[in-house]
């Protein structure tokens, strides 16, 4: 097998995406990224970052695989977990604090920090709308992010997903007080959930 068809083989196993790293993983010469890209094979959406030219350029992908340290959270999360209709206009992505990217600023999302004690808590994987795999937290610890005092979540959408998680039947409302504990929401958790159970 020749290198563009084991670049092509990455390609079918990542949903038409392949970056510097899986090639150089796999013991592939770089330069047939370039190679690929002026044979009109590939397409460079970013710094170290290819894709199929017939494919739709997945950002929330190429977001966490630029910024491997944040967590879609907030909206973003509820949006991927179907807890909102409403797509987010910027991302809101979640860092532990202490983590500095100038290049941050520049991108469409809206950053959250975290104390390093919670920034792991309710983290999980999802699959972004275009089917690849992301870094967001679950539902329980999005529900107590949207009500944190800080944040400028619209009340609709903190009302609406309350409602939608009440309903479901695979909710966890242990672990949705715990997390409330630890994020300190508790009584506005509580105060949610003694309306809708």
Not at 56 to 68: F, G, N, P, T
Request: aromatic residues 10%.
């Amino acid at each position: 097998m020749d290198n563009i068809e084991r670049v092509n083989e990455i390609l079918s196993q990542n949903n038409g995406i392949v970056t510097t790293s899986q090639v150089t993983e796999a013991n592939i010469p770089r330069h047939y990224l370039k190679k690929m890209q002026d044979m009109g094979l590939l397409t460079k959406v970013d710094r170290g970052i290819y894709i199929k030219p017939d494919m739709w350029e997945d950002e929330m992908y190429i977001l966490q695989y630029k910024y491997s340290r944040g967590v879609f959270s907030h909206e973003t999360a509820l949006y991927i977990h179907g807890l909102t209709d409403r797509t987010p206009m910027k991302y809101t992505m979640t860092f532990p604090y202490g983590y500095h990217v100038r290049s941050l600023k520049e991108e469409n999302v809206k950053v959250k920090k975290s104390i390093k004690d919670i920034y792991e808590l309710g983290l999980t994987t999802g699959a972004s709308p275009c089917g690849n795999p992301i870094r967001l937290y679950d539902v329980e610890r999005t529900l107590c992010d949207i009500v944190k005092g800080n944040n400028t979540c619209d009340i609709q959408i903190v009302n609406q997903a309350m409602k939608q998680y009440a309903k479901m039947p695979e909710k966890n409302i242990t672990k949705l007080f715990d997390y409330a504990e630890k994020v300190r929401v508790k009584p506005k958790v509580l105060n949610y959930m003694g309306v809708l159970l």
